[in-house]
């Protein structure tokens, strides 16, 4: 029995030194298609980045309250974001599954039972029913047994150890899922919302055009009361009116939508969510001067196909762990008593202890395959990792030379407004004392109607154009560590 320990004693020491090798590669970051700067900023180039916006509240930048009291809302009401953190919580519950494959399985088991033999002789008569009558000399006996079985597969070559390194990597990509959900979410409700601001603009705008046309039309009815001017002035005065009531149904109908949109974003029922009109804040963040590529690989996206590659990677070590033999190690230790007062004592103790090693000879080349397989996973999930980096990249160059035409563009509106609200003056000064016709005037105001539009929709896609330049930079300019399972 001491030979037979001693044995037993080496095997385990081997199997615990074996446990620290693992077949399979060891992962290395795929190297990104970065380029140093941003063509699309000028002087922009590789920096520490700026902390002008932060992560987590990059929203209140644009200083509304009103948007910030509904941002805060997104992590507990919105569904997508709370399903998100509910994929999250799974995934880090098949990490704890896969630890649990290191250690030993244990197992306690009791059982009492009676047999028993003979029965049916010597005079014993059993019925049609089967009732037995008489007789005896039958045996019969009581054996109580309780065992603690106890059995480990050592993890030798690394294939338990290579699935956690998966499931763990799986679980960080889960994790930057959830960051990207927040802020597809945060940002589709900043969106949203300054879209609703535009639209409570446009209507007011909408609102005072109609106002002024109804008077325009009143101008042309009396004028043509009094014979100094034709009818078609007036239709032309009715036409006008008219379509800009239309304009303003529109507007109307445009802004509710904006509104249901949000409702839902924040968790509620369309019916029952209502945002009051109020002053729009048109605030624009500036973009910080300095900024590096490289901050895009915190984005969430790009943060998540990395940690793809990574699990992708370690399931070729799982696939190669298959080429090796399986060792497992058991052992059991127990009592057994035909008295239960008498069980638990050491005359009546029973153990054993043993050693199983298996391994496939043939299989058809499908370990083979396994492998391969899993070597072409991981060459897809880089090529998709790559892609996502070149990808963000453009969505970024996109949002810069957005963001610097936008701005541009907004003092060229506004020139033009004012500009066409002067024209508008002049040729409506000229119709009241005759020297134009109707015909200028409405070119005149329909002109300066739409140079007022142009500048709320500009302002608008300044700011909606900045929310998508910090979506598209995984949230702001502050950097970040890629999100990560706990350990």
């Known amino acids: 029995m001491m030979h037979s320990s001693s044995r037993l004693l080496t095997l385990l020491l081997a199997s615990i030194a074996l446990a620290g090798c693992a077949v399979g590669p060891n992962y290395v970051r795929p190297s990104a298609p970065l380029s140093p700067t941003f063509k699309e900023a000028d002087g922009w180039s590789p920096a520490a980045p700026a902390d002008t916006l932060d992560r987590g509240d990059w929203w209140t930048l644009f200083g509304d ?14 569904q997508n974001v709370v399903a998100a953190e509910a994929a999250y919580r799974q995934a880090r519950a098949i990490v704890a599954e896969d630890r649990a494959q290191l250690f030993p399985t244990i197992d306690i088991t009791g059982n009492g039972t009676r047999s028993g033999s003979g029965g049916g002789s010597g005079g014993t008569v059993v019925t049609g029913s089967g009732t037995v009558i008489g007789g005896s000399g039958g045996r019969s006996s009581t054996q109580y047994r309780v065992t603690a079985d106890a059995s480990w597969a050592p993890d030798i070559w690394g294939r338990i150890r290579r699935t956690i390194e998966s499931a763990k990597s799986n679980a960080q990509a889960s994790a930057a899922d959830l960051e990207a959900a927040k802020l597809t979410a945060q940002a589709e409700l900043a969106t949203d919302y300054f879209g609703l601001r535009a639209a409570d603009a446009e209507i007011a705008l909408q609102q005072a055009t109609v106002t002024a046309y109804q008077r325009s039309l009143t101008i042309a009815q009396n004028r043509y009361n009094a014979g100094v001017t034709v009818r078609s002035d007036v239709y032309q005065a009715q036409t006008q009116l008219a379509n800009a009531q239309a304009d303003l149904a529109g507007a109307t109908q445009q802004r509710a939508d904006f509104e249901h949109a949000i409702a839902v974003l924040v968790g509620e029922p369309p019916g029952s969510f209502t945002l009051a009109a109020a002053p729009w804040i048109g605030n624009v963040p500036a973009v910080p001067p300095t900024l590096p590529s490289a901050i895009l690989q915190r984005r969430p996206d790009v943060a998540a196909a990395e940690r793809r590659v990574q699990a992708a990677n370690a399931q070729i070590g799982v696939a190669t762990a298959a080429f090796f033999p399986n060792v497992t190690l058991s052992g059991s230790y127990g009592y057994a008593a035909t008295e239960l007062g008498h069980l638990i004592s050491s005359s009546n103790s029973l153990w054993s202890y043993g050693a199983q090693v298996a391994e496939t000879v043939f299989n058809g080349g499908a370990r083979i395959a396994q492998v ?116």
């Open 65 to 78: 309250t009103t948007l910030n009291g509904l941002e805060a809302r997104i992590q507990v009401s919105n």
């Open 372 to 487: 391969r397989g899993a070597r072409a996973a991981r060459d897809q999930s880089v090529a998709q990792y790559r892609q996502t980096v070149l990808q963000a990249l453009q969505n970024v160059e996109d949002e810069l030379i957005a963001t610097k035409v936008l701005a541009q563009q907004a003092e060229l509106r506004r020139q033009a407004s004012e500009a066409a609200d002067a024209s508008e003056k002049i040729f409506q000064n000229q119709y009241a004392s005759g020297t134009v016709s109707y015909t200028d005037v409405i070119a005149a105001q329909t002109a300066a109607y739409n140079a007022r539009l142009a500048v709320v929709q500009s302002a608008a896609q300044r700011q909606t154009t900045a929310v998508a330049l910090i979506q598209a930079l995984g949230g702001g300019w502050k950097a970040g560590a890629d999100p990560k399972v706990s350990k």
